[in-house]
């Protein structure tokens, strides 16, 4: 009786975790069809170094190949192990079966590396912005029974924020990206050329330029009269810092932190000191998300370290803030074949470069390119011709990734990728149609406890 009993526990059972991250790359899992985690409504705006970054306008940056020491990219291109990073990025995959099965990817929490200001589950007590990885939402063994929900951060200009971490526990860029991996989503071990192609990834993801700043980030004249006078008070030192400023920690030269920890005045945690930069578009502010606003958060700095800042101070740094929180042109436009571009860019993994030949990069490639496209709204019935395009896509992306890499396949995957193309443009070219519909995050849009 006991026996058969077990026997039916047994069977009811789900199949156990993939063991190998080959095996879980191989493994039947598929999306849900609901996006656990949507995007923000504005997606912000994609910033690689190459693309914004003053010194480097005008030449395209030069890596190394993976896998191909001494080499360097042509400049013409994105460098394929930053391509590589890009779509891992993107992939729900990486991060675990559980996450293909919700539609989560890196992407989704850091969409195009900044923040998602609206992510949040009953875990971080249903504040905006704020989450608590190690929880069953992410992971199935990766509840640690304890409820610390943090802010997400932004990963722009994460090569100059060392360490990482709200805590600052973790000096190293390559240590938190596997830690993240591993450690938080309890994915089998990636193998290290994957990691090392996401870290060559978030190395890239730049600061969107703020025209308010000049040399050593100190305010141009474009900043107004109030803003300047916070600049000032910025940079005064005060008794209650210990004779030191608040430029002290935020450096301004240093991307507007000292990669220091810090407790603030009465706290008993220290916490890594964040970036200042695009602070207009990163609220919640604190580790803990405590301040929904700038004006919220300078009170709290106020309260914290006991400075009792005049109400006219604290109007003018609040206006210094804005000025260097401030960033050119911040959203993506509301367009499909804007966004699709990203996504369908991938392909070029399968077509040459170093990876056409591996199976992982193959499949991963694949699945992730038809999971944002679904994340678009594709397809859309009104559209005979973008319908039909979307159709072979699918049907000959699921086939090519269960076959692996070959020399067929790859054709007929560039000739449905430029049919896809083609319909994109056409069905937005009339007149504009409404871009990608996007859920907002509600209660009942989330996954309830497990
Ligand atoms: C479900 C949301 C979510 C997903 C998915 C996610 N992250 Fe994060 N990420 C966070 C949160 C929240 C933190 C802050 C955690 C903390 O400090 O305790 C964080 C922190 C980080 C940091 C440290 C930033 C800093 O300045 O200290 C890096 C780097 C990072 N994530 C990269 C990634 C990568 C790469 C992936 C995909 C492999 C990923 N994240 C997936 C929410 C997410
Ligand atoms: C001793 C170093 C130190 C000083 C001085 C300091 N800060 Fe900070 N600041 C920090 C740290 C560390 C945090 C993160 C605290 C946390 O997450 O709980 C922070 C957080 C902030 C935030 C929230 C940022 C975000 O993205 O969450 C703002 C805004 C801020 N500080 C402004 C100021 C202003 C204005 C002053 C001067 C009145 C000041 N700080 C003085 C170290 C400092």
Same mark, same amino acid.
């Given at each position: 009786?006991?026996?058969?009993?077990?026997?039916?526990?047994?069977?009811?059972?789900?199949?156990?975790?993939?063991?190998?991250?080959?095996?879980?790359?191989?493994?039947?899992?598929?999306?849900?069809?609901?996006?656990?985690?949507?995007?923000?409504?504005?997606?912000?705006?994609?910033?690689?170094?190459?693309?914004?970054?003053?010194?480097?306008?005008?030449?395209?940056?030069?890596?190394?190949?993976?896998?191909?020491?001494?080499?360097?990219?042509?400049?013409?291109?994105?460098?394929?192990?930053?391509?590589?990073?890009?779509?891992?990025?993107?992939?729900?995959?990486?991060?675990?079966?559980?996450?293909?099965?919700?539609?989560?990817?890196?992407?989704?929490?850091?969409?195009?590396?900044?923040?998602?200001?609206?992510?949040? +589950?009953?875990?971080?007590?249903?504040?905006?912005?704020?989450?608590?990885?190690?929880?069953?939402?992410?992971?199935?063994?990766?509840?640690?029974?304890?409820?610390?929900?943090?802010?997400?951060?932004?990963?722009?200009?994460?090569?100059?924020?060392?360490?990482?971490?709200?805590?600052?526990?973790?000096?190293?860029?390559?240590?938190?990206?596997?830690?993240?991996?591993?450690?938080?989503?309890?994915?089998?071990?990636?193998?290290?050329?994957?990691?090392?192609?996401?870290?060559?990834?978030?190395?890239?993801?730049?600061?969107?330029?703020?025209?308010?700043?000049?040399?050593?980030?100190?305010?141009?004249?474009?900043?107004?009269?109030?803003?300047?006078?916070?600049?000032?008070?910025?940079?005064?030192?005060?008794?209650?810092?210990?004779?030191?400023?608040?430029?002290?920690?935020?450096?301004?030269?240093?991307?507007? +932190?000292?990669?220091?920890?810090?407790?603030?005045?009465?706290?008993?945690?220290?916490?890594?000191?964040?970036?200042?930069?695009?602070?207009?578009?990163?609220?919640?502010?604190?580790?803990?998300?405590?301040?929904?606003?700038?004006?919220?958060?300078?009170?709290?700095?106020?309260?914290?370290?006991?400075?009792?800042?005049?109400?006219?101070?604290?109007?003018?740094?609040?206006?210094?803030?804005?000025?260097?929180?401030?960033?050119?042109?911040?959203?993506?436009?509301?367009?499909?074949?804007?966004?699709?571009?990203?996504?369908?860019?991938?392909?070029?993994?399968?077509?040459?470069?170093?990876?056409?030949?591996?199976?992982?990069?193959?499949?991963?490639?694949?699945?992730?390119?038809?999971?944002?496209?679904?994340?678009?709204?594709?397809?859309?019935?009104?559209?005979?011709?973008?319908?039909?395009?979307?159709?072979?896509?699918?049907?000959?992306?699921?086939?090519?990734?269960?076959?692996?890499?070959?020399?067929?396949?790859?054709?007929?995957?560039?000739?449905?990728?430029?049919?896809?193309?083609?319909?994109?443009?056409?069905?937005?070219?009339?007149?504009?149609?409404?871009?990608?519909?996007?859920?907002?995050?509600?209660?009942?849009?989330?996954?309830?406890?497990?």
């Amino acid at each position: 009786m006991l026996t058969i009993v077990f026997a039916a526990v047994v069977a009811a059972a789900p199949p156990p975790p993939p063991k190998s991250f080959e095996a879980l790359v191989d493994a039947p899992v598929h999306f849900e069809g609901r996006w656990m985690i949507p995007l923000p409504k504005k997606l912000p705006r994609r910033a690689l170094r190459y693309q914004t970054s003053p010194l480097n306008r005008g030449e395209v940056l030069k890596l190394p190949w993976v896998h191909q020491p001494g080499k360097t990219d042509s400049g013409q291109r994105m460098p394929w192990g930053v391509l590589l990073g890009e779509m891992l990025f993107h992939a729900p995959r990486m991060i675990g079966a559980l996450n293909v099965r919700m539609g989560v990817s890196c992407h989704h929490c850091h969409p195009n590396g900044a923040t998602n200001p609206e992510v949040f +589950t009953e875990h971080s007590y249903m504040v905006p912005g704020r989450i608590d990885l190690s929880t069953s939402y992410f992971s199935e063994q990766g509840d640690d029974g304890i409820l610390d929900a943090h802010v997400v951060p932004t990963l722009r200009g994460i090569r100059y924020t060392a360490p990482y971490q709200v805590d600052g526990r973790v000096a190293s860029l390559r240590e938190q990206t596997r830690r993240v991996i591993v450690g938080e989503f309890n994915t089998p071990e990636p193998p290290p050329y994957l990691i090392d192609a996401l870290v060559m990834f978030l190395e890239q993801l730049d600061p969107l330029p703020n025209p308010n700043l000049g040399p050593n980030n100190l305010l141009t004249d474009r900043a107004g009269a109030d803003a300047k006078r916070g600049e000032r008070a910025f940079f005064e030192p005060r008794a209650k810092l210990g004779g030191r400023s608040c430029a002290s920690c935020h450096i301004p030269e240093d991307g507007f +932190t000292d990669g220091r920890r810090h407790p603030l005045g009465s706290q008993r945690e220290p916490y890594d000191t964040p970036t200042l930069l695009g602070l207009l578009n990163t609220p919640p502010y604190f580790h803990d998300a405590r301040a929904p606003t700038i004006e919220a958060a300078v009170a709290e700095v106020d309260r914290l370290f006991g400075l009792k800042l005049s109400a006219k101070e604290i109007t003018d740094l609040v206006a210094y803030l804005k000025a260097i929180g401030a960033e050119e042109d911040p959203w993506e436009p509301d367009s499909w074949a804007v966004r699709a571009e990203v996504p369908l860019t991938f392909l070029d993994l399968t077509q040459e470069g170093p990876y056409v030949d591996d199976p992982i990069v193959w499949k991963l490639t694949l699945e992730t390119i038809t999971f944002e496209l679904t994340g678009l709204g594709l397809p859309n019935e009104r559209d005979e011709s973008l319908k039909r395009a979307w159709d072979s896509w699918t049907a000959l992306a699921e086939g090519a990734r269960a076959r692996g890499p070959n020399p067929d396949d790859r054709q007929r995957l560039a000739k449905a990728r430029a049919e896809l193309r083609r319909a994109l443009k056409e069905a937005e070219a009339p007149k504009a149609k409404p871009g990608p519909s996007q859920g907002t995050v509600t209660r009942s849009s989330l996954p309830s406890g497990r």
